[in-house]
């Protein structure tokens, strides 16, 4: 079939980086045009893209650096500051470390021309993610039984795509039960429409529904996706996920958390840092307010899942227990 429309959101092209606009979709399919190594850090910024877009956003942002550095005498230089610019943009999810090394370890590995050595880093990357993410939805496909109902949180965006596709190809088909995932909506605007776009039977909860509809016998299995996985098996994902977990154990539902790998630089929840935005967000709703002026907001924008709440970390090598991870790494290759 088709991809939907989310599964291709970042292209590059000569006139610079193009990023659809998921602060409006699927209301408008508005893309953003970024010229600018620096025009693409404020796009992540500003949310234009979210979840694994980031990823594919640095990528083509790593290219426009090349682009800038080619001929400067510290072309390398320039190019790692680009790439520190756009780590920096969202801290807690490691997609944008691995864009970034990507397209470095290519230049570093190449004795001709910058841009197109950071373009087949880019390249490189962009094919090793896919691929990773084909894995990693079959993997989780064979861990949910036949027509189960999922509960999914925020946006899962490659990893539910080919879960999606992976469950199909094994004969089976699920039911999906997605959460709103305030304040930016997410669950609402890019996880239920794809889904529905896909043709999967598609509902969406608020936010305050989750533990209702976890101990209402209905739901298969918790399924999300990890914006960073811990050697010691806490899972960091947006807020939220943690009460889903929480209550999913209370009622005896497996919760599967998606991710490549689990993060090597991060050996215990205490090492990741959690990203705080502006308290302002949560006081508005697709561009209304919510709150009166007199209200102020708090915006912790991921939380963190205790193994002990996780059944399954879900990784393109299979399916681990959260205190077996280094398992993952039995061949020593490094996290890439």
Same mark, same amino acid.
Request: with cysteine; proline share 4%; hydrophobic share 45%.
């Given at each position: 079939?088709?991809?939907? !429309?989310?599964?291709?959101?970042?292209?590059?092209?000569?006139?610079?980086?193009?990023?659809?606009?998921?602060?409006?979709?699927?209301?408008?399919?508005?893309?953003?045009?970024?010229?600018?190594?620096?025009?693409?850090?404020?796009? !992540?910024?500003?949310?234009?893209?979210?979840?694994?877009?980031?990823?594919?956003?640095?990528?083509?942002?790593?290219?426009?650096?090349?682009?800038?550095?080619?001929?400067?005498?510290?072309?390398?230089?320039?190019?790692?500051?680009?790439?520190?610019?756009?780590?920096?943009?969202?801290?807690?999810?490691?997609?944008? =470390?691995?864009?970034?090394?990507?397209?470095?370890?290519?230049?570093?590995?190449?004795?001709?021309?910058?841009?197109?050595?950071?373009?087949?880093?880019?390249?490189?990357?962009?094919?090793?993610?896919?691929?990773?993410?084909?894995?990693?939805?079959?993997?989780?496909?064979?861990?949910?039984?036949?027509?189960?109902?999922?509960?999914?949180?925020?946006?899962?965006?490659?990893?539910?795509?080919?879960?999606?596709?992976?469950?199909?190809?094994?004969?089976?088909?699920?039911?999906?039960?997605?959460?709103?995932?305030?304040?930016?909506?997410?669950?609402?605007?890019?996880?239920?429409?794809?889904?529905?776009?896909?043709?999967?039977?598609?509902?969406?909860?608020?936010?305050?529904?989750?533990?209702?509809?976890?101990?209402?016998?209905?739901?298969?299995?918790?399924?999300?996706?990890?914006? =960073?996985?811990?050697?010691?098996?806490?899972?960091?994902?947006? !807020?939220?996920?943690?009460?889903?977990?929480?209550?999913?154990?209370?009622?005896?539902?497996?919760?599967?958390?998606?991710?490549?790998?689990?993060?090597?630089?991060?050996?215990?929840?205490?090492?990741?840092? !959690?990203?705080?935005?502006?308290?302002?967000?949560?006081?508005?709703?697709?561009?209304?307010?919510?709150?009166?002026? =007199?209200?102020?907001?708090?915006?912790?924008?991921?939380?963190?899942?205790?193994?002990?709440?996780?059944?399954?970390?879900?990784?393109?090598?299979?399916?681990?227990?959260?205190?077996?991870?280094?398992?993952?790494?039995?061949?020593?290759?490094?996290?890439?």
């Amino acid at each position: 079939m088709t991809l939907p !429309i989310l599964a291709e959101s970042v292209r590059l092209d000569d006139d610079g980086v193009h990023i659809l606009d998921r602060r409006v979709f699927p209301f408008a399919r508005e893309w953003v045009l970024c010229r600018t190594s620096e025009e693409v850090a404020v796009a !992540i910024e500003d949310m234009v893209t979210q979840s694994s877009g980031p990823y594919f956003a640095a990528l083509g942002a790593m290219v426009l650096g090349a682009r800038e550095a080619s001929g400067l005498p510290d072309a390398r230089a320039y190019l790692e500051r680009v790439g520190e610019r756009i780590i920096a943009t969202r801290k807690t999810n490691n997609h944008l =470390r691995k864009a970034v090394a990507a397209v470095l370890s290519e230049v570093d590995k190449s004795t001709g021309d910058l841009v197109e050595a950071a373009t087949a880093g880019a390249r490189a990357g962009d094919e090793l993610y896919r691929s990773r993410s084909r894995a990693l939805g079959e993997a989780t496909a064979a861990l949910v039984p036949d027509k189960a109902t999922v509960l999914t949180h925020c946006w899962a965006d490659l990893y539910l795509v080919e879960l999606v596709l992976a469950a199909r190809r094994q004969g089976k088909e699920f039911s999906f039960l997605c959460t709103e995932t305030r304040p930016y909506l997410q669950g609402a605007r890019l996880t239920a429409e794809t889904l529905a776009e896909m043709g999967a039977d598609t509902r969406l909860i608020t936010d305050g529904m989750g533990a209702a509809v976890l101990s209402s016998g209905e739901v298969g299995a918790l399924v999300t996706a990890a914006d =960073r996985v811990t050697m010691d098996g806490h899972v960091v994902n947006k !807020i939220g996920t943690l009460g889903l977990a929480v209550a999913a154990e209370a009622f005896g539902v497996p919760f599967h958390a998606m991710v490549q790998a689990p993060d090597q630089a991060a050996p215990t929840g205490a090492d990741v840092p !959690i990203e705080y935005r502006d308290g302002d967000e949560v006081l508005s709703a697709l561009g209304h307010r919510v709150a009166s002026e =007199r209200v102020r907001g708090h915006y912790p924008a991921f939380d963190v899942t205790p193994p002990r709440f996780v059944t399954k970390v879900v990784t393109d090598r299979g399916a681990f227990e959260p205190g077996r991870l280094r398992e993952y790494y039995a061949e020593g290759e490094a996290n890439q």
